[in-house]
């Protein structure tokens, strides 16, 4: 139980580290955003808004990021209280058995304290898979986001080019 706990704990840090860390295509702005020396106003315009637009839906998207992973962290540590309440209900009724009802105590007790880890163990791993789930829909959102603003930047220089060429 507890090396799944470790292991669960361990894998979650090291997506949220991943994901303060990671490139600017990753974190936030795409590589092209802030490009705006086209030397026409209303292209400059327009990129700035896609810049502004895509800084928003990244950051929107970022935000329902930490929200999923806080959300699993909380369910996972009510079912951990919950496994060790169980637990120490279990210990408790074997403390207290008369001497001679303790090996059959002793035997209920270990079942209780199977049944209550995997239990645990079982919330848990929902939790870090509908976690995964948001995180997953989020960053394809973030990817789409800045596709878009691309784009957008794209059609402003490419509009820009076409009335300096005029």
């Known amino acids: 139980m507890n090396k799944l706990l470790a292991t669960l704990i361990a894998g979650l840090f090291a997506t949220s580290v991943y994901a303060q860390t990671a490139p600017a295509v990753q974190s936030g702005m795409s590589g092209t955003a802030g490009v705006t020396a086209t030397g026409n106003a209303d292209a400059d315009k ?18 329902k990021i930490h929200k999923a992973s806080t959300q699993a962290s909380e369910k996972k540590a009510k079912a951990q209280s919950k496994a060790d309440k169980k637990i120490a209900d279990a210990q408790e009724k074997v403390a207290k058995a008369d001497p001679e009802d303790k090996a059959k105590a002793s035997a209920k007790a270990e079942k209780k304290i199977a049944d209550a880890q995997y239990d645990a163990q079982k919330t848990m791993i929902k ?29 402003a220089m490419a509009e820009a080019h076409k009335d300096a060429a005029k």
Do not use: F, G, L, Y
């Open 46 to 63: 327009d990129i700035a808004k896609a810049d502004q637009k895509e800084a928003k839906e990244v950051a929107k998207q970022d935000e």
């Open 127 to 155: 939790a870090d898979e509908k976690a995964q789930k948001k995180i997953v829909d989020a960053n394809a959102d973030k990817a789409k986001a800045q596709a878009k603003a691309t784009e957008k930047r794209s059609e």
